[in-house]
């Protein structure tokens, strides 16, 4: 397919708290303006969660009510989600979309999810094998995160390499995968031209302007009931080592409520988890990528993201 007959998607990406709903829902409406029907499709690896709504950002239901979304709230946080399911889904989701002559726009800061749809990406199919996920977290849990680091570096440098050292979940997934193909995770990351062209936006802050953003916004979550949130969770079943929890914050929660940390510490906890997911975020969307065009207001983002989209 020639790369000019291909349609747009766009992507809005970048860091926690950088206003990617708000500037998702805004070209919504400035395409509606110039005749143009748009759908979002979530790129956030935790608002694909039942339940966990406050502490992931998820859209309130007015602006869930604004365009259709799709892959929102769409698992139990005890089923788990593998990036090859997202992938199936939204694609099949992007295909609808243009199908019914709509824009699709991508949107989240989950940059497996991003770029995986972006470049194309093949993620293996490989089934959880609870036995072999048990036994890697037992290990971490007893020797430290670096452990299976270590051992990914030795059995997949490539792979290692863009993995944070600190994600158990990924990293537990990528050593998953080797023992069960017998392959290096890396190799099995084939890339498909994809059938749209992408155009990457994302809203820039600096780093000190960033974390206030993500301070406030973590006390607005507190007020508006995340602890309770988390307290329906637990009382559901699900327990903190789930990967779900791994959503900053969930945790840290979980630590107040069994009485082994105060609500001060929980709070303080959270912000700072909530720093370190921007900064791995940061890597995936560094201020250098020239894939992505920059912008330092929303308004300036939503006027390219209508250029790129509207006859």
Not at 123 to 141: D, H, M, S, T
Not at 156 to 170: H, K, M, T, V
Not at 229 to 238: D, I, M, Q, R, Y
Not at 274 to 287: D, E, I, M, V, Y
Request: charged share 20%.
């Amino acid at each position: 397919m020639n790369l000019s007959s291909k349609p747009s998607v766009l992507f809005v990406v970048g860091q926690t708290a950088s206003g990617k709903t708000s500037a998702s829902l805004a070209i919504v409406d400035a395409l509606n303006r110039c005749g143009r029907a748009a759908e979002i499709v979530n790129a956030d690896s935790r608002q694909v969660y039942r339940g966990m709504s406050i502490g992931t950002a998820k859209p309130t239901s007015d602006e869930l009510s604004h365009a259709p979304h799709h892959l929102i709230g769409i698992v139990d946080p005890i089923d788990g989600f593998s990036l090859a399911t997202f992938l199936l889904l939204a694609r099949a989701s992007i295909k609808d979309i243009l199908a019914r002559g709509a824009t699709p726009i991508v949107v989240g800061g989950t940059g497996q999810y991003a770029w995986g749809l972006a470049e194309g990406w093949q993620a293996p199919e490989v089934p959880p094998n609870a036995a072999i996920r048990a036994r890697l977290g037992a290990e971490a849990a007893e020797f430290g995160d670096r452990v299976l680091y270590q051992r990914l570096q030795k059995a997949d440098p490539e792979g290692a390499a863009l993995i944070d050292s600190r994600n158990i979940r990924r990293l537990v997934r990528a050593l998953e995968v080797i023992e069960v193909t017998g392959k290096p995770f890396s190799e099995q990351r084939t890339k498909e031209t994809p059938e749209f062209t992408p155009r990457m936006l994302a809203l820039a802050f600096s780093r000190s302007d960033l974390y206030s953003r993500i301070d406030a916004r973590v006390e607005a979550m507190l007020a508006a009931g995340w602890v309770h949130e988390v307290e329906l969770l637990l009382a559901a079943g699900n327990t903190p080592d789930l990967s779900a929890f791994s959503s900053a914050g969930y945790r840290e929660i979980a630590q107040h409520l069994s009485g082994d940390i105060t609500m001060e510490e929980a709070t303080t906890k959270a912000k700072t988890a909530t720093h370190r997911l921007a900064r791995a975020q940061a890597n995936w969307f560094p201020a250098t990528e020239d894939r992505v065009s920059w912008f330092s207001a929303q308004h300036d983002l939503v006027v390219e993201a209508v250029r790129a989209s509207c006859p």
